[in-house]
């Protein structure tokens, strides 16, 4: 896991020292296992604006925990997605989801797979209005 978020520190950096890109206004995202990564990433370093997360789960392999994660994260913007036909992560959604932050939000599709698979179900102008809207905070 620690080489993971490596790698997501190297993408993050990377994209942050860019000439045309405002460093405070990045959000990341990520899918199944990298949906852990992505929150776990942001929790430790309040410089990621916003965290959109697809099929989360609660602690993909027993190694990832993300309750902890997202008390730690705090306020800012997070986004979790899932299906129901995709049980364990839509519980993860209602769990992780339901902290009671006005900056958190939810959506739940009644079909549409598990992580990447969410975008054939209408994900994408979702995930854009969501990542635009929170970075301009």
């Not at 990447?116 to 969501?130: I, M, P, Y």
Request: glycine share 12%; no cysteine.
């Amino acid at each position: 896991m620690k080489a993971m978020l490596g790698d997501v520190d190297a993408g993050f950096n990377y994209l942050a020292k860019q000439k045309n890109v405002d460093g405070s206004k990045i959000g990341i995202t990520g899918a199944s296992y990298g949906s852990s990564l992505a929150l776990i990433y942001a929790a430790d370093h309040p410089n990621v604006a916003a965290v959109a997360l697809l099929s989360p789960g609660l602690d993909y392999f027993g190694n990832m925990p993300t309750e902890p994660a997202v008390k730690k994260y705090g306020d800012r913007p997070l986004f979790l997605v899932a299906a129901n036909d995709d049980a364990e992560s839509a519980g993860a959604v209602k769990k992780l989801g339901g902290q009671g932050n006005q900056n958190y939000q939810t959506k739940i599709y009644d079909k549409g797979g598990h992580g990447t698979a969410l975008f054939k179900v209408g994900l994408a102008d979702e995930l854009e209005k969501f990542l635009s809207a929170s970075v301009q905070k």
